[in-house]
């Protein structure tokens, strides 16, 4: 008899052969878009104990999960984050990750890994590995159909707090062109509003990939209000924390962030300098015949004045 985790692994690999890349292969099952844009000026988050700044005092990365029910828009999302046209068809994905440079209304600016995944069962076992190091995981549903937001409650909340207990969740409604439809039983505002203060959400918000509108949910990644309470968790927590968002500052908080180190060193510097000031200014006495110098100076030019 198979081991258990011999058993899931087969069934994974089965299972995903069937599946076609976005691109069109069928040959690779998991969907990358392109080279990694992780630039000199992006340094991902990995170990316990990272701040805001990398080493270079460079921005750092945030990851950003996206789960949900199966079709209920999470790679279109992600496609228009990364500012990519919609795609009206559905091809079934399995594991992407982008970089994605959200850039706020008022100038504000942040580097965000977004990893999209599965929302089919058939990844159940594989899906945990991504949730390592995040620091938000998106809990996306279709508001058009309210199954999604069940499942929410039922799976997808239970499973991102056991993976990742210390992420921030905000929960988040796809698809919001479909309510001028009307021709559905939507999810309305209310109740999603409500859903999100049951699950310990930061906030609910609605998106559109097909209406290319998904100002809602950059501005929840990168509001203030996301960032202060995200910075002040991460203070809370002591250096031997052992929860799997090790820096989990919001998205929107990485570019103040990645100004603290150099205005600490700044003033460390200063208070140096102030010492050897003081010192200086003991040892002034015996220099008082130099300070003086000057006076002859203005004999001098007296004297030329006079001459002229
Ligand atoms: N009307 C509308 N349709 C959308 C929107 N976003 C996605 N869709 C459609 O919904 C279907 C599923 O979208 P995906 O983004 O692939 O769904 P997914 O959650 O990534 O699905 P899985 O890969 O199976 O987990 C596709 O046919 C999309 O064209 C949207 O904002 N509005």
Redesign the pocket.
Known sequence: MQPPITGELRRTASTSAGVRNREGGAGSNIRRSGPSRFGSSVTMVHGRGSSGSGVDGSVVTRKVMLV??????????L?ALAGDP????????VFDSRSVTLNGTDGRSADILVL?????SHYDTVRPLSYQHASVVLL?F?ISRPETLHSIHVKWHREAKSHCPSAHLLLVG?????RLSKSQRMVSHHQASESATQLGAMCYVE?????NDTNSVRDALLSPTTAQKMRRQHQQRTPTDTGCSSSADAAGSSVAEGTREPSTFKRTASKRLLRRLSLLRERQPPRAAPQEAPAPEVERDKKNCAIM
């Open positions: 949900g029910d199966v079709s209920c828009g999470k790679t279109a999302l496609g919609f795609r009206q068809g559905y091809v079934p994905s999209d995944n599965s929302g089919s996306c279709d796809c698809k919001s062109d479909l998106c559109s990939a097909k209406d």
